[in-house]
Nanobody
Framework: QVQLMEAGGGSVQAGESLRLSCAISGFKSTFYFVAWFRQAPGKERERVAH?????????YYANFVKGRFTISLDTAQNTLYLQMNSLKPEDTGMYYCAADNQYEGILIGQPNFWGQGTQVTVSS
């Protein structure tokens, strides 16, 4: 059974940093796709960043986080990270870790597996 468990959310001031983590377990394949999504109150969920697990170092970032956020994997610990720097109030939302064996699931925003989410609040 695939399980994703996020941690690291919190409340910070604009300009500060947070690092989210996502412990991944239960995948039988050694190659799959992982991503961070977020959803602000009253808004649709949006993809923040994604990369592959076991398939190289290619990474995708949404334009609104490029240069500020970094997605990374610790393959030994099966843990996905999202380093968030220079946070802005508009980054406030629930952040979700997600995974799928197929890239399409990530691409269309409907991956098979989701974490429970961790709240990030950025005040001005």
């Amino acid at each position: 059974q695939v399980q994703l468990m996020e941690a690291g959310g919190g409340s910070v001031q604009a300009g500060e940093s947070l690092r989210l983590s996502c412990a991944i377990s239960g995948f039988k394949s050694t190659f799959y796709f992982v991503a961070w999504f977020r959803q602000a109150p009253g808004k649709e969920r949006e993809r923040v960043a994604h990369m592959s697990f076991g398939g190289g170092d290619s990474k995708y970032y949404a334009n609104f986080v490029k240069g500020r956020f970094t997605i990374s994997l610790d393959t030994a610990q099966n843990t996905l990270y999202l380093q968030m720097n220079s946070l802005k109030p508009e980054d406030t939302g629930m952040y979700y870790c997600a995974a799928d064996n197929q890239y399409e699931g990530i691409l269309i925003g409907q991956p098979n597996f989701w974490g429970q989410g961790t709240q990030v609040t950025v005040s001005s």
